[in-house]
């Protein structure tokens, strides 16, 4: 199990022009606009789970990602709370 990023659409103001998570995440094709429902999207499958992207979207007050535990198999656990804890991001 290791975590990776999920952006909460409800909080998210890519709307309003913030794409502060999408410049900083240092994994190409990662972290993208969705321009249909204009918000930050993870790709999950190249999330290194390295939070940067928490520290920046909080840093600026908006609290929209959340960090998520996924099986070994890629396949996002549904309850919160089992995240893996830090340092274990690369143990999946
Ligand atoms: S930093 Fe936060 S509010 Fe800004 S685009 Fe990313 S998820 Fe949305
Ligand atoms: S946790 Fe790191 S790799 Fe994953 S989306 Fe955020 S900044 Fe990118």
Do not use: F, W
């Amino acid at each position: 199990m290791y975590n990776v990023a999920q952006v909460i659409d409800e909080k998210c103001v890519a709307k309003k022009g913030c794409r502060l998570c999408i410049m900083y995440c240092p994994e190409a094709n990662c972290l993208d606009l969705n321009t249909t429902k204009m918000v930050a999207e993870v790709n999950i499958g190249r999330c290194k789970g390295c939070e940067l992207c928490v520290v920046v979207c909080n840093a600026a007050k908006h609290n929209a990602i959340e960090m998520q535990a996924v099986s070994a198999t890629g396949q996002l656990m549904s309850h919160k709370g089992e995240s893996a804890g830090l340092g274990q991001a690369y143990q999946g």
